[in-house]
């Protein structure tokens, strides 16, 4: 889950950079802090895999 929360980070910011559209850019920002809230409060992935 945590890479999909980084994948529409970096999506999102590509639409921010590459369009300069005043529409987009701030239910773009929202997106972004939303995102990067919800994969703070995911969770951090084990060190190593379970075993099995």
């Known amino acids: 889950m945590i890479a999909h ?3 529409v980070i ?3 910011r590509s639409a921010l950079r590459d369009g300069g ?3 987009v850019q701030t239910p773009a920002a929202h997106i972004i ?3 990067a809230a919800e994969n ?3 969770p951090a ?3 190593t895999p379970p075993p099995g």
Do not use: K, R, V
Request: charged share 10%; glycine share 6%; aromatic share 0%.
């Open 21 to 23: 559209n005043a529409h």
């Open 10 to 12: 970096t999506m999102t």
């Open 45 to 47: 992935p084990p060190a």
């Open 33 to 35: 802090n939303e995102q």
């Open 40 to 42: 703070d409060a995911l």
């Open 5 to 7: 929360h980084i994948g």
